[in-house]
């Protein structure tokens, strides 16, 4: 995963924050990339992807009604 926030630090209070931080970020990312998926975790991306496409549509159908009536 990647943190915007380690782009552009600010100043050198932050600097410090930042790499103070930095190992338990890693760990955090390191854990969720070598998780193993569930049978659960598959069907609620399905399932969320399902419903990310029908407000897809939804917004289309809305967007070609408003351009029809105008």
């Known amino acids: 995963m990647r943190r915007e926030v380690y782009d552009q630090p600010k100043n050198e209070i932050e600097q410090q924050q930042l790499l103070h931080h930095l190992d338990k970020d890693m760990a955090q990312d390191y854990e969720q990339s070598t ?3 569930t049978r659960e975790d598959n069907q609620s991306y399905r399932a ?6 029908v407000f897809l549509v939804l917004v289309l159908v809305c967007f ?7």
């Open 35 to 37: 998780r193993v998926l």
């Open 48 to 53: 969320e992807g399902r419903g990310l496409i």
């Open 64 to 70: 070609g009604l408003a351009v029809w009536l105008y």
